[in-house]
Nanobody, 127 residues
Framework: QVQLGESGGGSVQSGGSLRLSCAASGRAFSTYTMGWFRQVPGKEREFVAAIGRNPGAIYYLDSVKGRFTISRDNAKNTVYLHMNNLKSEDTAIYYC????????????????????WGQGTQVTVSS
């Protein structure tokens, strides 16, 4: 069993930056694929980024490439999402998720493939 808790959300102006954190409890954090998703009211939860066990195993939503960076610190059981040059369309509740399987691009964008979810943290970007 893994419990996830997000933090770091808030309100920023367009062009600003935020760093989201997701702390995980439980064992074997380093073996999980970790993902970030986001959701706005009335829309489906959308994949943002994922990071696997191995260095370089990272995927991003096209619209965040070059602006967002996902990273992990296995010693701290934490995954991060660094968000730069934020835009109003990035406004959403951001969720982290964990999956007990190696990362590949064929499944990491599907929310149903993840086993554990956090409660979410709100990010609001004003223009």
């Amino acid at each position: 069993q893994v419990q996830l808790g997000e933090s770091g959300g808030g309100s920023v102006q367009s062009g600003g930056s935020l760093r989201l954190s997701c702390a995980a409890s439980g064992r074997a954090f380093s073996t999980y694929t970790m993902g970030w998703f986001r959701q706005v009211p009335g829309k489906e939860r959308e994949f943002v980024a994922a990071i696997g066990r191995n260095p370089g195993a990272i995927y991003y939503l096209d619209s965040v490439k070059g602006r967002f960076t996902i990273s992990r610190d296995n010693a701290k059981n934490t995954v991060y999402l660094h968000m730069n040059n934020l835009k109003s369309e990035d406004t959403a509740i951001y969720y982290c998720a964990a999956a007990q399987r190696p990362l590949t691009s064929t499944w990491c964008v599907r929310r149903q493939e993840y086993d554990y979810w956090g409660q979410g943290t709100q990010v609001t970007v004003s223009s």
